[in-house]
């Protein structure tokens, strides 16, 4: 594939994927707004496919628009699953891309094509008819076909010379009801102070594609009884303004010379208002064009790896200068840190990108899912613009697919269990990420039948995986649907319940040092929470020192920490110690690494790290401080050593281990069992 | 391969270097720069053979112990030993690693032509990771295949080794 397909392929997905989105808003809110989005994402990919002569895909796209066309000119947009089948033509056009050229000579294609075609053409000769019929009623009309732009509004007062009986049959009520007809009139009446059937002045607001002269024409029979003073107060209609309505309450209230005033404040205020949202229009689009930019990912990358240099250099600076006693230089460090801290967090911002990336398949795969499975199903999305790195996005899609798949399939009961259960017909899936700390938090949650503890235990025991006699909390049940081979659906359906997922879900999702929790009740739903950090590449970490070795410790798994002699872990064997007065398990990080160039000191730091399934104390040396950890890969050949996530380069050119101490802890708690066994 | 067939013609450089007083040598083109022993940081509960990560101008490279790989005694550490950093293509992953040798000597331009097949004499060293023998006078020297010797699957393979040992 040449450079141009790759540009062409790139922003063509694009379209599509807006396109699709606006389609499935439509079907929420039958908004014809949706439809002109997808209309517009629909051409600009037809114009893009003609430019680089893909002209079968640029077709296609072309008779999609007239499907579009027809529901937009309400033809075709009452048609049973006419948003379906058009998400299916898009799904196709998709195909075409992606399949070779082979692909347009399948059957399965001219079957569509033809379809589509056959769409296409009513639309095309409804539309005809429609136009024919409205040029028709336009000349019995005998209006001049005159753009909508041209419609002004006056402001009428009449004077009758003598008061008129409102109850009576004066002509110019006739003449008001024949206005009413062809404009929009609003009528103010005043009454006579001394005889209320009396009628002792009108003020009429008119708006509507006449003139001036067409206004005083119709009151020219009742010249003599009725003196009219007709203004035009705005080229445009007022009746559409905010605020409008509001004056017109005004204008009754004040003597009647000074409403033609008020009206023309008030239509002059409007003008400002409506030259700065012009102008505000204008420079948004201004900005919009130099607020977008396509950059491939890898120019990113190369950013980011940069930025991390640097901030690993400045270390060194900042290292170098404390030490030289020269003031200046001192300061010019300063300097840098604070640029380099301010680029990095620049940077950084570039590779986030908000949730909603994803959530647009969400919606139509939960929307395809319910369909094909009989179910009603609210997809709530929440959270959307919450930004995550965007390689954490491309890990989690695939396991968020795979999750709302199961909330519908095995989550969401059928419309009549619902009803049964005297739950709402249409299941809610919510999907709802946020921020939480220093990591995004991603919550399913699903208003079904929730996990049965039961039937997770008894298939977890036919499979081998746990016995009858153990005792599991529920936490610990729920944990064995993430052991590869484990399902609990009694039919395989084509939708989920293939026996793989949840365990490639936890597996993905703790690639990018994620996690993954269930809470769930039966009958009521089920909640899975996801964790992950909001970017890997830099963390904030604390710096430790046992024996010659400098680890760093994620600080956010952080609690405490407290000085231990050593002496006092020599004696114990039970692997436990006590801080604050509480025993907690402990890893003396020495004797695990087994560390022993220099002697052991006296006293010792513990740090109190939270991990996943528990917390530990970690006994170290000696802890330095905070430090800004650029994570740089440990390469392959250390992959048995999994307890170190990676490492990092410190100021003086040395390097720091990154601990992972989930790992760590994991694996403390095997060699324990075995020690045990 | 195609590749080789046509480069026969062709001198090729090969970087030659000392171990335990033996001369190898290894293609050039796989080796990105030759640099002194840095401070190295051991990664705990790693094998004898991977000495440790070093900084590379900001990277952080592994580096494995040459003459354990060859069943030879660990290196002790003096300012003639070398580190000689390589990059290898496994997986379609660019792999860059640094090989602790005794001594680096030289770079030889040689006629790929006058390689000779492994002799199939019993050796002290481990014949498989050898591609062929160089004459330089009256010297041979080891050419080392070095896709195979650094290999992830080796290192594994030497690691099972080692615990088997460990064991007996």
């Not at chain 1, 008819?129 to 005998?142: G, I, P, V």
Request: charged content about 30%; some cysteine.
């Amino acid at each position: 594939m040449s450079k141009h397909d790759e540009v062409f392929r790139e922003e063509a997905l694009e379209q599509l994927e807006i396109a699709e989105q606006a389609l499935l808003s439509f079907e929420r809110s039958f908004d014809l707004q949706d439809i002109e989005e997808a209309f517009r994402s629909l051409h600009t990919f037809k114009g893009a496919a003609h430019i680089f002569s893909f002209k079968e895909l640029g077709d296609f796209a072309h008779l999609i628009e007239y499907v579009l066309d027809g529901i937009r000119n309400k033809v075709i947009h009452n048609e049973p699953g006419i948003t379906t089948k058009t998400l299916n033509y898009l799904d196709h056009l998709r195909k075409m891309m992606n399949e070779s050229d082979q692909f347009t000579k399948t059957k399965k294609h001219k079957q569509i094509l033809e379809e589509v075609n056959e769409i296409a053409n009513h639309v095309i000769k409804t539309l005809k008819q429609n136009n024919q019929e409205k040029e028709e009623a336009l000349l019995e009309a005998d209006i001049d076909q005159e753009d909508q732009e041209n419609i002004s509004t006056y402001y009428a007062s009449l004077n009758p010379t003598e008061p008129i009986d409102s109850g009576s049959f004066h002509p110019i009520f006739q003449i008001f009801e024949e206005l009413a007809d062809k404009t929009t009139l609003e009528i103010v009446e005043e009454r006579d102070k001394n005889n209320e059937a009396l009628i002792s002045r009108w003020d009429l607001y008119i708006s509507g594609q006449i003139t001036k002269e067409d206004i005083s024409a119709e009151f020219l029979f009742i010249e003599d009884e009725v003196t009219t003073s007709i203004h035009k107060v705005a080229n445009f209609d007022l009746f559409k303004e905010m605020g409008f309505d509001e004056l017109l309450k005004v204008l009754k209230k004040i003597p009647s010379e000074q409403k033609l005033e008020e009206i023309t404040q008030y239509v002059s205020s409007l003008k400002d208002t409506l030259d700065t949202e012009e102008s505000k229009q204008n420079t948004d689009k201004k900005q919009k064009k130099n607020s977008s930019l396509r950059v491939s990912s890898e120019k990113i990358d190369d950013l980011m790896n940069l930025v991390s240099e640097l901030v690993t250099d400045q270390a060194s600076l900042h290292l170098l200068a404390s030490q030289s006693n020269n003031s200046q230089l001192e300061a010019l460090a300063e300097n840098i840190h604070r640029h380099i801290q301010q680029l990095r967090d620049i940077s950084f911002d570039m590779t986030l990108v908000p949730v909603e990336r994803m959530t647009g398949k969400f919606h139509r795969m939960v929307r395809d899912c319910a369909l094909a499975m009989d179910k009603e199903v609210d997809f709530i999305v929440k959270g959307e613009k919450t930004e995550l790195d965007k390689t954490f996005i491309e890990t989690l899609s695939d396991p968020i697919m795979h999750m709302l798949r199961n909330c519908v399939d095995h989550g969401i009961e059928t419309p009549e269990e619902r009803i049964e259960k005297g739950k709402p017909v249409k299941g809610t899936i919510t999907f709802d990420a946020f921020y939480s700390g220093t990591k995004v938090q991603i919550d399913i949650i699903d208003d079904g039948k929730g996990l049965s503890i039961p039937a997770i235990k008894n298939k977890a025991i036919e499979k081998g995986l746990i016995t009858a006699e153990e005792a599991l909390t529920d936490q610990e049940v729920f944990q064995l649907i993430f052991i590869p081979g484990f399902s609990t659906a009694q039919n395989v359906t084509d939708v989920s319940g293939r026996g793989v997922g949840m365990d490639v879900v936890k597996k993905n999702i703790e690639s990018i040092h994620g996690s993954i929790d269930i809470h769930s009740k039966e009958g009521q739903g089920t909640t899975f929470t996801i964790k992950v950090p909001l970017t890997l590449s830099i963390i904030d970490g604390l710096l430790v020192k046992a024996d010659d070795t400098h680890f760093i410790v994620p600080l956010a798994m952080v609690h405490k920490c407290y000085e231990v002699p050593y002496n006092l872990l020599a004696n114990n064997v039970s692997k436990w110690i006590t801080v604050d007065n509480e025993p907690h398990p402990f890893i003396n990080i020495r004797k695990e690494m087994t560390l022993n160039t220099t002697p052991v000191p006296i006293k010792g730091m513990g740090i109190n790290i939270q991990g996943r399934e528990r917390s530990i104390i970690l006994i170290v040396d000696e802890i330095i401080g905070n430090y800004q950890t650029v994570l740089k890969p440990i390469s392959d050949y250390y992959k048995d050593q999994d307890f170190i996530s990676g490492a990092t380069i410190l100021g003086d050119g040395s390097i720091a281990l990154v601990l992972d101490i989930n790992k760590l802890i994991e694996q403390e708690k095997l060699t324990n069992m075995i020690d045990e066994q | 391969m195609n590749n080789e067939a046509t480069a026969t013609k062709q001198m090729k450089a090969y970087l030659t270097f000392k171990l335990n007083h033996e001369v190898f040598a290894l293609g050039v083109d796989k080796v990105v720069e030759i640099m002194e022993v840095p401070r190295v940081t051991k990664v705990p509960k790693a094998p004898d053979y991977m000495k440790g990560v070093i900084n590379l101008r900001g990277q952080v490279l592994p580096v494995i112990d040459t003459r354990i790989k060859f069943g030879l005694t660990p290196i002790e550490l003096t300012k003639d030993h070398c580190i000689i950093v390589i990059n290898m293509i496994i997986d379609e992953k660019t792999m860059y690693f640094g090989a602790l040798v005794d001594q680096v000597l030289e770079v030889l331009e040689m006629d790929e032509e006058t390689m000779l097949p492994t002799p199939n004499v019993n050796s002290k060293y481990d014949m498989r990771f050898i591609q062929g023998l160089l004459k330089e006078g009256d010297d041979f020297v080891m050419v080392l295949d070095i896709d195979h010797t650094f290999s992830i699957e080796e290192i594994e393979a030497i690691k099972e080794n080692n615990q088997e040992q460990q064991r007996d």
